[in-house]
């Protein structure tokens, strides 16, 4: 079944954008507890680059329907998860990255949306928190995406959203999106 076309984030308005996320349909990978069948010998890497047997994969659809099918365990590993079989996964950091964000409004009326490496499209709020942690090379911004899947914020894309916290003027230092506050500190 062929994957559907992705639809160009920097043309829609952020409710577009909300009405494509609540369209989007993934499999019940919640709802599958298949017997664990061995290594998929696939790996995420912390720059959102999937791996087979060492080698990238480089059809981007082969990625995102891939994509559909990850979940993290209880344990915090990473699994491809059919009805029928269950795969590890390596996961170098977070299993996907936010390469775009596109923001509307201010202050507590404010809407962040990301557009994953993986061509999602996810909204910041109550469900889908932006946080902060410390790495050795600095500040990691993350974004949750679903079900204890995260995506880490690419560079560009935090200095965006340090920009519109500083000039937010909140105490501590954060943004808004959907109703929710999120302080861009680590602590």
């Not at 911004?141 to 000039?167: K, M, N």
Request: aromatic letters at 8%; hydrophobic letters at 45%; a negative charge.
């Amino acid at each position: 079944m062929p994957m559907p076309a992705q639809p160009d984030f920097a043309a829609l308005s952020l409710d577009a954008i909300a009405a494509f996320a609540r369209d989007r349909r993934l499999p019940p990978v919640d709802r599958w507890h298949p017997a664990h069948c061995g290594d998929s010998e696939m790996r995420i890497a912390a720059d959102g680059t999937w791996f087979h047997q060492g080698s990238p994969i480089g059809r981007a659809e082969l990625v995102r329907l891939f994509s559909t099918i990850l979940r993290r365990e209880p344990d915090g590993g990473y699994v491809l998860v059919t009805p029928a079989e269950k795969l590890g996964i390596a996961v170098d950091d977070a299993p996907f990255v936010a390469v775009e964000m596109k923001a509307e409004g201010d202050g507590a009326r404010a809407r962040l949306a990301f557009r994953l490496n993986t061509g999602d499209i996810v909204t910041a709020g109550p469900d889908n928190a932006l946080r902060l942690a410390h790495g050795s090379d600095g500040p990691r911004p993350y974004l949750r995406v679903r079900g204890g899947l995260d995506a880490l914020i690419a560079r560009p894309v935090f200095y965006d959203l340090a920009e519109r916290a500083l000039a937010g003027g909140d105490t501590p230092a954060g943004v808004w999106s959907d109703g929710a506050f999120f302080a861009l500190d680590a602590g």
